[in-house]
């Protein structure tokens, strides 16, 4: 490599392109905590204590609480799901005291990047919500989401009681499997805890989108193949 910037470095268009090139290389490598840089600068906040007293944001709300990879992509699906009050990013399922996305990145905190759905079981119900969580990421991989590996990005479903435990076992077993050929191992355990992420993380794929080729390359096809198998249940738009 370094022979290559010395025969570049008399070409200033040579130069430009190697810049571009060496800029993309942690995108399409080595995924979302690494290619993180900007945000990673940013002033993080501390997030807010473990607590397994779910605030809702609204009276008669459920909540859901998923890990399927990277939180800005599930964030990004159920934002858009007719029914949806509020889409929460958060770090659940650890043993550590506490979380933050440089320790959590780490993957020796156990926790999962998860994202609370919080929803009106009057318009969508748990059972929707699981068949979305199957058809929008990859419950055969074991601690890995395409690029993003670790037990941070591993399929989880946290049951926040012992109906969404019976609703999370055979939607398993009856929709995972049909839409899945290989073993499903998605994690269905009790939740915890949770702690909301840091500021920067919150709706951020509205918020940053073409600014972070992450987006681009990762988050926009699973939003895509989302709108795609669910047409009727997205949300509609707003003048």
Request: hydrophobic residues 40%; aromatic residues 10%; charged residues 20%.
């Amino acid at each position: 490599m370094d022979l290559l910037l010395i025969h570049c470095a008399n070409s200033s268009t040579m130069k430009k392109a190697l810049q571009l090139l060496l800029g993309l290389l942690p995108v399409l490598t080595l995924g979302a905590c690494a290619h993180q840089t900007q945000s990673a600068m940013k002033e993080e906040k501390k997030p807010v204590p473990d607590t397994t007293e779910v605030r809702l944001v609204q009276p008669g709300a459920e909540v859901a609480t998923l890990g399927g990879g990277c939180f800005w992509c599930v964030e990004a699906i159920y934002e858009d799901v007719e029914g949806v009050l509020a889409v929460v990013s958060g770090y659940a399922g650890g043993t550590a005291a506490t979380a933050d996305y440089k320790t959590v990145c780490t993957g020796t905190t156990e926790h999962a990047e998860v994202v609370q759905v919080h929803f009106d079981p009057k318009i969508i119900s748990f059972d929707k919500i699981l068949e979305i969580f199957w058809h929008t990421h990859n419950p055969t991989t074991l601690n890995r989401q395409g690029n993003d590996v670790g037990p941070q990005y591993r399929s989880v479903i946290f049951y926040h009681s012992p109906a969404q435990r019976r609703i999370a076992e055979e939607s398993k077993a009856a929709v995972a499997t049909e839409l899945w050929e290989d073993e499903i191992v998605t994690e269905i355990v009790p939740f915890t805890g949770f702690w909301e992420a840091e500021d920067y993380h919150q709706d951020y794929f509205n918020t940053v989108g073409n600014g972070n080729p992450y987006c681009s390359y990762i988050i926009a096809p699973k939003v895509a193949k989302f709108k795609k198998a669910f047409p009727s249940i997205q949300k509609k738009a707003t003048n």
